[in-house]
């Protein structure tokens, strides 16, 4: 589509006799300023505000109409181009949803793809029965960028961990617990923390209920 520019006939307004009305409306003025209102001449000045006035107003009448008509080429031209930019956007909106769909299927092709590939490796694996592929699977694994050999490399370099944490976390105190944080969490030093945290939990609050015991065992004494 070729888009030539608009051609513009400058409209033009002739108001001949500017200069005679606005010396007159000058010396109208001067002269209404220098007047001093009385009762004697009350009556005089407003019939002659309102005369000018009058004139006044015609005048902007006619601003405002003439406005309105110079205008018009303006508005239709305004109506023609949002037509176009309507028809265009629509058409746009209707590739670009199309667009999506397709992205969306390879996305979804892909992580079949890198599910089906986890599950085939995962056999050989003692945890083959904790983690599924969407432990595994990142956002930006589904990108058409991200190549299936990145996404294999990745997905044995995350065995290798999980199988590594998995033999730390066997020789660890509370080990159970750990390892059902752990997965959650994809993190030894998160899982670890947390069990921690939750052992120290219960600590401080035997030593608290220890504590309430004994003030209460020597109260009763007293």
């Known amino acids: 589509m070729q888009i030539s520019a608009p051609k513009i006939t400058l409209g033009s307004i002739e108001f001949n006799d500017f200069e005679t009305i606005k010396a007159s409306a000058d010396i109208l003025a001067a002269h209404i300023q220098k007047v001093e209102v009385t009762e004697d001449n009350v009556k005089e000045s407003r019939a002659l505000l309102s005369a000018v006035n009058k004139?006044?107003?015609?005048?902007?009448s006619q601003r405002i109409q003439i406005k309105k008509e110079m205008l018009k080429?303006?508005?239709?031209?305004e109506r023609q181009v949002k037509e176009i930019v309507k028809v265009v956007k629509e058409a746009d909106e209707a590739v670009r949803m199309q667009v999506r769909a397709l992205e969306e299927e390879a996305r979804d092709a892909k992580y079949n793809a890198i599910e089906e590939l986890f599950m085939k490796r995962i056999q050989i694996y003692h945890f083959?029965?904790?983690?599924?592929?969407r432990d595994f699977i990142q956002p930006e694994f589904l990108n058409k960028?991200?190549?299936?050999?990145?996404?294999?490399t990745a997905l044995v370099n995350w065995f290798t961990k999980i199988e590594d944490d998995l033999t730390a976390i066997d020789t660890m105190e509370h080990s159970a617990e750990i390892l059902a944080e752990y997965q959650d969490t994809k993190s030894l030093a998160i899982s670890v923390k947390l069990v921690q945290d939750r052992y120290e939990r219960l600590e401080k609050n035997k030593a608290m209920t220890y504590n309430e015991q004994k003030k209460c065992a020597l109260s009763r004494n007293i």
């Open 55 to 60: 004139e006044v107003k015609e005048l902007e």
């Open 145 to 152: 960028s991200y190549s299936m050999n990145k996404v294999e």
């Open 73 to 77: 080429p303006y508005q239709l031209f």
């Open 128 to 133: 083959v029965h904790l983690f599924t592929a």
